[in-house]
């Protein structure tokens, strides 16, 4: 008979799969609450044109690669097939409720010490530890002005295909979405324009074509170096921003300092004249839009790439510390800083590929379980003593990793010093050890 299990996880996308597949491996019973009906979040609804920007080879669950029939970089529907694969070879909905949403997560003691009582449709039960991985894009961030406009308004998550638009088309935001969006209007000879308020280096898909991570030479070398290497590659396939009408200079070349856009395409139709750059946007009334130039013109439709809020409608926020709305976190952004017995998995998104990173994310979540079952409690007020507190989700892969590494070295000691200890540890001893 299967032990009942002590840890439940929010939400079966690609983060709640890891996770349940991960902890389950290493040994801890965990079930999974899924909203709807089906695995995989978000990759049942995206934009139609959708495709993977990091290759396939890197952009895999742990033991498990895609098929060796599928291109270098999959499309949402391979990807989605993909994801429906991986739950299956592992048996993995037998430990998923659907049509579950968590209502409400209630700490038991002041801090969570003792447990979570998780509220699902009307049903209470009781949980040693909480795994939050229901996502960071689904609820869509749009500015004011959107109100104002009158014609076809279409958030990048309710885009699907062109046969959504009419008209003119203006795109507004300039991220990897925004520019497939783009991409998708002009390539259906749709008039399209992007608002692109700030300069931004974008980044091709493939260098001497290969994927920019899997060029050899350039991951031998030491970051600064690397980094500035790929800019003159950069440099060289793409040319600078005077070489695209209307593109405003990067604020910095610093690949590091700045979102990782990647796309060939938008450049591309830049220059056969499909899309156009226009600066921000200052006021809309009906279908007119009037620019940050002083320049207006009338649009049919708007697709807006702008972003998501982080949320947690099943926590009341007040028990968290939040700045720029999203989380405070420690332990390479798996733990809050307030709370103990909830952990985050997919709420840091070290660039590049993301799946292995939830698996990484959640085998530091088992250690810390296995540390806590041992004895050694408080972990989350111990690491938010000792460690930055950090709101950040896009963060550069080497940086997380080093914050990871440090945290699992700090994990060792602890279990050095506290072998068989069934107490809170001391945090000033704690502090002498590190």
């Keep these: 008979m299967s032990e009942v299990p002590r840890y439940c996880i929010i939400g079966a996308g690609a983060a709640g799969l890891a996770a349940v597949k991960t902890l389950r491996d290493l040994g801890i019973e965990a079930e999974v609450f899924e909203k709807s009906d089906h695995v995989g979040g978000h990759w049942h609804h995206d934009y139609d044109a959708l495709h993977l920007i990091t290759p396939k080879n890197s952009s895999c669950f742990d033991g498990y690669p895609m098929p060796e029939s599928y291109p270098l970089y999959p499309s949402r529907d391979q990807v989605r097939h993909y994801i429906d694969s991986y739950a299956d070879h592992f048996g993995l909905r037998q430990h998923i409720t659907f049509n579950a949403p968590v209502e409400r997560l209630t700490p038991l003691g002041a801090q969570a010490e003792e447990g979570w009582e998780v509220t699902v449709n009307q049903q209470t039960r009781r949980y040693q530890g909480v795994l939050v991985a229901n996502g960071h894009l689904w609820d869509p961030a749009l500015p004011p002005e959107a109100e104002r406009f009158s014609g076809i308004s279409l958030h990048s998550c309710q885009y699907r295909n062109p046969g959504q638009l009419q008209g003119k088309v203006l795109v507004v935001g300039c991220g990897n979405s925004g520019c497939d969006l783009a991409v998708d209007a002009a390539q259906h000879r749709f008039e399209t324009d992007v608002v692109i308020r700030r300069g931004q280096v974008f980044q091709p898909k493939a260098l001497f074509g290969l ?14 170096l690397q980094n500035a290497m790929t800019q003159m590659l950069i440099m060289a396939s793409l040319g600078n921003w005077k070489n695209y009408p209307g593109m405003p200079e990067p604020e910095s070349w610093d ?10 395409l938008l450049l591309y139709w830049i220059q056969h004249g499909r899309i156009r750059v226009r600066p921000g946007i200052l006021a809309i009334e009906g279908k007119r839009v009037t620019f940050s130039d002083g320049t207006c013109a009338d649009y049919d439709s708007i697709l807006w790439a702008t972003g998501f809020h982080t949320r947690l409608p ?4 007040s028990l968290l510390s939040w700045q720029q709305g999203v989380p405070l976190r420690t332990a390479a952004m798996t733990l809050p800083t307030t709370l103990e017995n909830l952990y985050f998995v997919g709420l ?10 939830y698996c990484q994310q959640t085998r530091l979540i088992a250690r810390l379980i296995q540390l806590q079952e041992g004895g050694i409690t408080h972990l989350a007020g111990l690491l938010a003593g000792q460690q930055p507190h950090d709101a950040r989700i896009d963060i550069v892969r080497r940086l997380w990793q080093q ?7 700090t994990l060792d000691l602890l279990e050095k010093v506290h072998p068989q200890r069934r107490a809170t540890p001391s945090l000033s001893t704690t502090a002498r050890i590190l």
Aim: without cysteine; charged residues 25%.
């Design 403 to 409: 914050d990871y590494d440090d945290t699992w070295r």
């Design 255 to 264: 690949l590091e300092k700045q979102p990782p856009v990647v796309n060939n």
């Design 314 to 317: 099943f926590l009341e926020a």
């Design 211 to 224: 994927p920019r991570a899997e060029l050899p030479f350039l991951n031998q070398l030491p970051p600064e």
């Design 348 to 357: 840091a998104a070290p660039r590049g590929p993301q799946w292995p990173v």
